[in-house]
């Protein structure tokens, strides 16, 4: 006996840095509206990522709390950068990215937010239902989190909330593995 | 619509893959339906779950590499970083579309589970342990 099963395919074609003072790593931002330049805000403590593995900084609760249900996967991209994409089965995928030779001036962009009182760079683009901050955690390093959602009709506020949930519970992850 | 039916499923299940990637490649639209062995449902249902985890495992770092370039301070930069974002991201950009495809593995592989459900079946694999753990 066979089992009849219909599923609809609708359109798919297809070294330990002393800590001191910590310092913020990113260019100023530019006030929109008064058009002077304030200086990102420093950094509350140095978190360097050398010893930090991205697949670890996600806990059981936070994997419960975004339903992320399948096996974790791991990658590369390139010298210095460790990459973890965690998957959801029901809702999309959540990367956890260490870039430990290019902090956040690197991105060429203002520093535009804080996560969890670090300086951080929200990246947004027109048209993209992306998430993602780059986070200034060390000199020349940065944590980059990025929500991407499988369907598109969440609200793209939604995500940016989402994204920025998520990051901060990394971030505290982080903190907690490295007693800062 | 095209059917699957037969014993040598179980060796066939990397076929299948195949040919609903060729299947949903070929049509833009519809349903695809197809014949499973009782005994290869749930079996099915991880492998469509395996193929959508590759997908989404390979596409999101290359789309944060994408997201995180530093912007072209030029016109002609710009214009092609425009124009790479709609390749990638618009209506019938390739991210969108891998995404989509994404989804409907994800959704077949529930519709597997669902079906081997109400015909009485157990999930005794390790899809259906991760399932389990999720809820």
Redesign the interface.
């Known amino acids: ?14 070294g330990d840095p002393e800590r001191g003072t910590p310092s913020p790593g990113g260019s100023a931002a530019q006030d929109t509206a008064t058009g002077t330049t304030v200086p990102p805000a420093p950094r509350p403590a140095e978190l360097p990522l050398d010893t930090v593995q991205p697949c670890r900084l996600v806990a059981d609760d936070l994997r ?1 709390a975004f ?1 992320i ?3 974790d ?1 791991p ?1 590369s ?1 390139g010298p210095g950068t460790e ?1 973890c ?1 965690l ?1 959801s ?2 809702t ?2 959540y ?1 956890v ?1 260490l870039e430990r030779q290019a902090g956040i001036d ?4 203002p520093v535009n937010t804080t996560v969890g009182g670090f300086p951080a760079v929200d ?1 947004r ?1 027109e ?4 998430g ?1 901050l ?1 986070i200034d955690v060390a000199d020349g390093q940065r944590l ?1 989190v ?1 929500v ?5 009709d969440q609200p793209v506020d939604l995500i940016h909330q989402d994204t920025l949930r998520f990051a901060e519970a990394v971030l505290a992850s982080l903190r907690q593995q490295l007693g800062r | 619509m095209f059917n699957v039916i037969g014993g040598a499923i179980g060796g066939a299940v990397d076929g299948i893959g195949d040919a609903i990637r060729r299947a949903v490649a070929d049509l833009p639209g519809g349903a695809v339906g197809f014949r499973v062995e009782p005994d290869q449902v749930f079996a099915l249902a991880n492998r469509f779950d395996d193929i959508a985890d590759r997908i989404q495992g390979s596409v999101a770092p290359e789309i944060r590499r994408l997201h995180v370039a530093p912007p072209g301070a030029d016109k002609p930069s710009r214009d092609a970083a425009d124009r790479l974002r709609d390749t990638a991201f618009g209506d019938a950009g390739l991210v969108t579309r891998l995404s989509a495809y994404a989804t409907q593995l994800r959704e077949a592989a529930a519709s597997l589970r669902l079906t081997g459900q109400q015909y009485g079946l157990t999930d005794t694999t390790e899809g259906g342990r991760l399932s389990a753990s999720s809820l």
Do not use: K, N, W, Y
Request: a positive charge.
């Open positions: 006996m066979a089992l009849a099963v219909t599923a609809a395919f609708a359109v798919a074609c297809g419960a339903a249900d399948r096996p996967q990658s991209a990459v994409t998957l089965s029901t999309g995928s990367l990215a690197r991105l060429e962009r990246i683009q048209g993209v239902r992306i993602h780059s980059d990025e991407q959602r499988l369907s598109g």
